[in-house]
Each structure stands twice: as C-alpha cells, then as structure tokens.
C-alpha cells in the first residue's frame, strides 16, 4: 500500500495566528513530498516541492516565508501557514512520492481563518 | 493553451452505463499517465497509472494512452454511484521530474 496522514483533518484559527499542517507517508519513505492547494471546485494548484534534508522549491507567486515548510525526515513534512489571513482559508493537500512518478495523497487539511 | 485539457463536466449518467472521461495534452514528453479519483472534501485517490501508449484494465476501469494523438481516456464500466466524484487526470515528464500536470477534473454524478 501507499498510505498518506494528514493532521489536523480541519483546523480553525483566527486571523494573525500561525497553523502547523503534518504530511506523513505511513508505510513508505518519501524523499520528496509536495503541497497544494485547492480552492472550491477547481483543480490542485502545486504550492512547493519538499525534499528530506533540504530547502522546499516554492512555485512562482507562493510566499516562501509565509508558508513554511519542513520535510525533516523521510516520512514527515510540514507546513506552516504563518500568521495566517481569511485569503489564506482553503483545502491544502500533501503528496508523498513513491516509485518513478507516482503520487499518493492525503486525505487534505481544510483551513478556515476567521 | 494549458498542457493538460479535461472537460470539467459535469457529467451525468444513470446506473451501469459506460463511462468515458478524456484528456488531450500538447506536450509530446510526457511519458507517465494518471488518473485520480477524488470525492468531495477529501484528497484524490490514486485510480490508474501508465507509462507510455497503450491500455492498462483494472477491475471495471480501463486506462488508454495513445501518445500519437496526445490523447488519454479512463473507462469506467458498469457505473455505480460510488462512482460519482471529480476525477482527475495528470501526466509527468518522467526522467525524475516531480511535478505531476494535472487537468482540471471532471465531476461525474451516477444516478441511481
């Protein structure tokens, strides 16, 4: 199998405060994993690509230093929406590579900032 | 023009019927070939995976590449309504790039 956590599920905050979003690969080792987003109806748009051990690649127009990521081990990455803001409230959904070219995702993390 | 084109839908049939869900592409290099199934507020499922031209079945999904005419479909036969959702299809270049090019989904409603 290829199992991809995400946690939390859902998470509330209010405006100004920071959020930590955990990607876990459960039976496999991932050396690199991915973030996207996805707003209502639409299609995954691909925030940054995460490697074990290294800096994450950010895609064009994503705010490295607000959304923070961490890929510190083979099965964990996170991220970190900081300092977060009601445009900021949306579906995010980690990818956990596996083989050649295959993604697995998560279950996604729904953001809701009041 | 986006590299990956999928009919956004919505699409709906009636129980047990055929379904085809297509994608065209314009970049020649893409050598690997996915479709993701994903329900609502949840994250896309991994359904079918293919490299290069050809077919790959699958229980009552049937996967067909055909790189000549940069085009791929996903077949679903029998259709039930644990069927309906927004299916996704998404290609790489392969050789170890990561990114996955993702179409924009289309919404399939089987009705009872």
């Known amino acids: 199998g290829a199992v991809v956590s995400q946690h939390p599920s859902w998470v509330i905050c209010k405006s100004g405060t920071s959020v930590k979003i955990e990607c876990r690969s459960l039976d496999f080792q991932a050396t690199t994993m991915f973030w996207y987003r996805q707003f209502p109806k639409q299609s995954l748009m691909l925030m940054a690509t995460?490697?074990?051990?290294?800096?994450?690649?950010?895609e064009q127009g994503v705010e490295k230093d607000k959304f923070l990521i961490n890929h510190a081990s083979l099965t964990l990455s996170t991220l970190t929406v900081t300092s977060a803001h009601p445009e900021d409230s949306s579906f995010y959904i980690c990818?956990?590579?596996?083989?050649?070219?295959?993604?697995?995702f998560g279950p996604g993390t729904r953001l809701l900032v009041l | 023009q986006k590299e990956v084109e999928q009919d956004p839908g919505p699409l709906s049939v009636p129980e047990g019927a055929i379904v085809s869900l297509n994608c065209t592409y314009s970049n020649s290099a893409f050598q690997y070939f996915m479709w993701y199934r994903q329900y609502s507020r949840k994250g896309p499922e991994l359904l079918m995976y293919t490299y290069s031209s050809g077919n790959k079945e699958d229980g009552r999904f049937t996967a067909q590449v055909d790189k000549s005419s940069k085009y791929i479909s996903l077949f679903i036969r029998d259709s039930q309504p644990s069927d309906s959702a927004t299916y996704l299809c998404?290609?790489?270049?392969?050789?170890?790039?990561?990114?996955?090019?993702f179409g924009t989904g289309t919404r399939l409603t089987v009705i009872p």
């Open positions: 995460s490697n074990e051990g290294s800096k994450a690649t950010y």
């Open positions: 990818s956990a590579k596996k083989g050649p070219e295959t993604q697995y």
């Open positions: 998404a290609m790489s270049l392969g050789s170890g790039a990561n990114n996955l090019f």
